[in-house]
């Protein structure tokens, strides 16, 4: 048996795959709260984090019915870029910072002009830098808490972090450290000088964790971890990744050209390269994958936490809010949302607020509105897709993953938008799936069965047949003039 467990925005899941049947045998989940306010602020204490996996494994164990010893290795995957400092104890200083916190805009917009600008940043680095890295959370922390920062020894990364509880070592791997700011994605090291300009107290170069690769392994777990989550200390800890990253693993995403979509609490879109990218647009998010090669990625903060507001502003429930989405027309009767509920990092908007356009007496439905903000986050990510297109060659399958793919009429709005077959998969877990992998691939390497993340991912990712759409291309031509029309406002409305 091998465990992934992903820590999301919302919640943590905790999967069982069994390796002699191939397939999942259970999965636990349990939930976080989020500390938010109207500045930007999106913070979440550490503690939630270990308190929710502790619950979310046991229930996945209860559920198989399966025997602690037989849980041979653990991969964890983590929302990225949140900054968890730890004193020279190991204590956690302070709330983590989250990926979509965006309070921290200002420090983010200064670093960038110390560094020259974003087309600057990007040849420096290998990727962009958008204000949910962690470079900007750091600097916020030296000029409004200066007293706390001086006392950290360790910076860390959320799934990093969750490693650090079970095995006691504070370690990084360059998928996660691709989102920082402050490492080199192609070199695949630390920029020791870009850490002393965002920090010239030199307290971030000193904390600065080692780097490991996602398939190697971290330790086995400590004698507490393992008794709190109800397994043994040979139960072993992979490396892996942030989520990003080890949803793109979990999807298949490990070989030239493969691309993966997910929407869930944020929209995202990896596109695998064997080869780094030295042309790539200068807004674009480059990882280290987790199996080798690079992740050309759109991320947008706004995707089913958006359609959630909407959700909640009619009151419904989930089922009746996705019924509601083919219950419109393409297009929504003319009604466009720009759905920057909590700002935007693609296109980089921090600050911006939401925008709804096309209203008249006949089109203002509950139907439309659920419609179109269904349709937002599709033609969010298309912003950034046409970005990657410039360097990539067009992918010919979308693997669909996340909450949001789980509505047929959303998928058939992403394979029309995109003009592009679209898939989900048999274990439709993304992060935790990718988790669940990496540890195998990990385990047996490491008992002399050599394998590869592709041959892993050959016998094990499977597509649901059932949940497969091709593009109408009617709709498709249709979507390619909406889509036009909805960048032609968004360039008018935010000077994008």
Same mark, same amino acid.
């Given at each position: ?10 919640? *943590?899941?905790? %999967? ?8 999942? /045998? ?30 979310? $494994? ?21 929302? #990225?870029?949140?900054?968890? +400092? ?54 916020? +922390? ?102 990003? $990253? ?22 995202? %879109? ?25 992740? /050309?990625?759109?991320?947008? /903060?706004?995707? *089913? ?5 909407? #959700? ?42 939401? *925008?709804?356009?096309?209203?008249? *007496? ?18 969010? %990510? ?40 679209? /898939? ?31 041959? %892993? ?11 497969? $759409? ?27």
């Amino acid at each position: 048996m091998f465990m992934g467990i992903d820590c999301g925005t919302q919640g *943590t899941k905790a %999967l069982l795959f069994d390796l002699a049947a191939g397939k999942v /045998v259970a999965i636990g989940h349990a939930p976080h709260d989020i500390i938010a306010n109207d500045n930007g602020r999106r913070e979440q204490h550490p503690s939630w984090w270990i308190e929710a996996m502790v619950k979310a $494994v046991r229930a996945a164990m209860e559920k198989s019915g399966c025997r602690p010893e037989a849980v041979k290795a653990i991969g964890c995957s983590g929302q #990225q870029h949140g900054l968890v +400092m730890l004193d020279r104890d190991g204590a956690v200083l302070r709330e983590a910072k989250l990926w979509n916190d965006m309070e921290t805009a200002p420090e983010n917009e200064e670093i960038h002009r110390e560094v020259g600008g974003v087309e600057a940043m990007a040849q420096r680095l290998g990727t962009s830098v958008p204000v949910g890295y962690t470079a900007s959370k750091i600097r916020w +922390m030296l000029r409004h808490e200066p007293d706390l920062y001086r006392k950290t020894r360790h910076v860390l990364l959320p799934h990093d972090y969750l490693n650090y509880w079970l095995t006691g070592r504070a370690v990084m791997e360059p998928g996660e450290a691709s989102g920082t700011g402050y490492f080199q994605v192609v070199e695949k090291r630390w920029d020791r000088d870009m850490a002393n300009l965002i920090d010239p107290t030199g307290v971030l170069e000193t904390a600065l964790p080692d780097l490991i690769g996602s398939s190697d392994c971290v330790g086995p777990l400590r004698p507490e971890a393992a008794a709190r989550l109800g397994l043994t200390t040979d139960t072993l800890v992979a490396g892996g990744s942030g989520d990003n $990253v080890m949803g793109a693993f979990g999807t298949g995403g490990v070989e030239a050209g493969a691309a993966t979509l997910g929407l869930g609490t944020s929209g995202v %879109l990896n596109i695998f390269s064997e080869q780094p990218i030295s042309d790539f647009d200068p807004v674009m998010q480059v990882f280290a994958g987790a199996a080798g090669g690079w992740l /050309v990625t759109t991320c947008t /903060v706004n995707a *089913t936490s958006a359609t959630t507001s909407v #959700q909640k502003l009619f009151g419904m429930s989930l089922d009746d809010f996705s019924q509601a989405i083919g219950a419109a027309p393409p297009g929504a009767g003319g009604l466009l949302l720009h759905p920057f509920f909590s700002g935007e990092r693609m296109p980089p908007l921090p600050n911006a607020t939401g *925008t709804l356009s096309g209203m008249a *007496t006949g089109n203002l439905t509950r139907e439309n509105l659920i419609r179109a903000a269904a349709e937002a986050v599709v033609l969010g %990510l298309k912003w950034g897709f046409d970005r990657q297109m410039r360097t990539l060659p067009k992918p010919n399958l979308l693997r669909l993953t996340g909450g949001g793919t789980a509505n047929p009429d959303w998928r058939r709005i992403v394979a029309d938008v995109f003009d592009c077959e679209a /898939v989900c998969l048999v274990h439709d877990e993304g992060g935790a799936f990718g988790g669940a992998l990496i540890a195998m691939l990990m385990y047996e390497n490491r008992h002399g069965r050599p394998t590869t993340a592709a041959e %892993l991912s050959r016998r094990y990712i499977l597509f649901d047949d059932r949940k497969r $759409v091709r593009p109408d291309p009617e709709r498709a031509r249709f979507y390619a003039g909406l889509y036009e029309k909805y960048d032609t406002l968004r360039r008018r409305l935010y000077g994008i």
